[in-house]
């Protein structure tokens, strides 16, 4: 007994220490569900960005690895999600098949340093645009607009949106220093927050009626329900909006406008819906259009 | 210094949060320690055997373990509570082991003569104890006492990681990945905040210690 418990904590030490020098590595993956198509005569002009990437033969994208739905990495290693499958779309575009892809664990923290030290071409990782993260790099899209939602266990009927928290004293559960955190802090008396560094956490803290709701992203929160065995269920509109953009290195505005023609032509395909209900879609009903491009600069 | 005092408000509940928390918690390992260290030298070897596992477990698992199994191992088994009071259990728990240690290192100090005279003038095991020897003990483990509880404060820190928030820690991620602010000035108004706590503790502790010391 007393050796099986040293053994344990020292399994999860070692757990530990790969998790923490894991982040970064580069690997190979292979294919998803959806195959988008390659462009067999990718030709570009000299110098730019896609003609570097072309002529490699090979392009690094980063993404979540960790992200129901969106970019998450199966036990066999594969990638699957609708991230990820906006990644391959691109990577067609250039002359790449999916599974040239070199993908690279983009964790939300790191994504500006990825792109800024071209340790990664592009970034497609649930990462919403705004002005702050424009400072340091550029946006291509956005591919898809997000917003923050509410999840509730599917027994609760009292929570309709971010305006009954308050009359129904709701225990909100969010990650520290998140944005969703601070939004909902609007709509709530401070006591009736708590934070944990991850939202698997929240969803435990659900499961155990500790919460009574848990707000982040819808798309996040979309994956703990797909998980929930019928557990849980997401509640009311989205009460912001996240803009999900394609992060590149800032000022590459041909590279942008590349990436944005890329999406329009897999919009107007069937390739970004097909991406879509192969992924994210098959816990909602509602397939989103490709939204209004942001202009290159 | 802008940011500190831009943000004067947060510090100020987060520092407070943060002594709420160690004062609890100091009050619950004190005593708890105290109970558990009686347990290590009583006469009776259950109690031992207990004290000594209890000892073993909380002073070698890591604190950030000991709080997970309050805040997510307690819900599991259909206990209920405020996240607040699960982080302050956990940091009791935790903290009663250097207690304990520290307390009986007092105790062991204590001439095996004075708990022997105390027998034979008839007390039994919990007086002797009480009358004639945690007086004594208590008195020499205030120093050693004294680290236990600053270093408790600053293991408070991750308490708020486990559901409580808004504690001194958690003012910084706050401030830098909500609000995008610059980590190292963020950090050093963290850091002077738990020097508030812990340098005048350090100071009242001295004060203890020469008002208990006696001339043996």
């Not at chain 1, 917003?147 to 027994?155: L, T």
């Not at chain 1, 709530?188 to 155990?208: E, G």
Request: charged content about 15%; proline content about 5%; aromatic content about 8%.
């Amino acid at each position: 007994m007393h050796w099986n418990a040293v053994l344990r904590v020292g399994a999860a030490l070692v757990a530990l220490a790969m998790a923490a020098t894991g982040c970064g590595q580069q690997q190979s993956l292979g294919t998803g569900t959806s195959t988008p198509p390659v462009a067999q005569d990718a030709r570009f002009e000299p110098g730019t960005t896609m003609a570097k990437i072309a002529n490699a033969h090979a392009i690094r994208i980063g993404t979540k690895f960790d992200q129901p739905l969106f970019g998450q990495q199966t036990l066999g290693g594969k990638l699957t999600g609708f991230d990820t499958e906006i990644g391959r779309t691109i990577a067609g575009a250039l002359g790449i098949s999916p599974d040239q892809v070199q993908w690279v664990e983009a964790p939300s923290a790191q994504r500006e340093e990825l792109i800024k030290q071209g340790k990664v071409d592009l970034v497609v990782a649930t990462y919403t645009i705004n002005d702050k993260r424009r400072q340091q790099v550029s946006f291509a899209g956005p591919y898809y607009i997000a917003g923050q939602s509410f999840m509730v266990k599917s027994d609760n009927n009292t929570i309709t949106g971010p305006d009954s928290l308050r009359p129904t004293k709701a225990r909100v559960c969010s990650v520290q220093g998140s944005t969703p955190a601070e939004n909902i802090r609007k709509y709530i008396d401070p006591n009736q927050l708590t934070v944990f560094d991850v939202y698997s956490k929240c969803a435990d803290a659900l499961r155990t009626g500790q919460v009574d709701v848990v707000t982040t992203d819808n798309v996040v929160l979309l994956g703990f329900v797909a998980n929930s065995n019928g557990g849980f269920k997401l509640v009311g509109d989205t009460f912001t909006k996240e803009p999900y953009g394609i992060g590149i290195r800032k000022g590459d505005v041909a590279f942008c406008t590349f990436i944005n023609n890329a999406l329009t032509q897999a919009a107007k395909s069937g390739v970004y819906a097909n991406a879509w209900k192969t992924t994210a879609g098959k816990v909602t009903t509602q397939t989103p259009e490709l939204p209004a491009l942001d202009p290159c600069s | 210094m802008d940011i500190i005092l831009d943000n004067f408000g947060l510090y100020r509940d987060g520092l407070l949060k943060t002594l709420q928390i160690c004062i609890y918690a100091a009050i619950g390992s004190l005593v708890l320690g105290t109970v558990i260290a009686t347990f290590r030298v009583s006469p009776f070897p259950p109690l031992r055997a207990t004290g000594t596992a209890w000892v073993t477990v909380f002073r070698n698992c890591p604190l950030a373990v000991v709080l997970f199994f309050c805040a997510f191992g307690l819900p599991e088994l259909g206990i209920r509570g405020a996240y607040f009071w699960f982080g302050v259990s956990g940091l009791v728990l935790y903290t009663s082991a250097f207690v304990c240690e520290a307390v009986r290192s007092g105790i062991n100090a204590v001439p095996l003569g004075q708990a022997e005279a105390a027998r034979a003038v008839g007390l039994t095991y919990v007086q002797s104890l009480r009358q004639i020897v945690l007086p004594q003990a208590l008195r020499s483990v205030v120093p050693p006492l004294g680290s236990v509880m600053i270093a408790m404060v600053k293991n408070s820190a991750i308490v708020g990681a486990f559901g409580v928030g808004g504690d001194l820690f958690s003012v910084q991620a706050r401030l830098t990945s909500a609000q995008g602010l610059a980590l190292i000035p963020v950090l050093l108004g963290v850091a002077a905040g738990y020097l508030i706590i812990t340098i005048p503790a350090g100071v009242a502790l001295g004060a203890i210690e020469r008002r208990l010391s006696v001339v043996r």
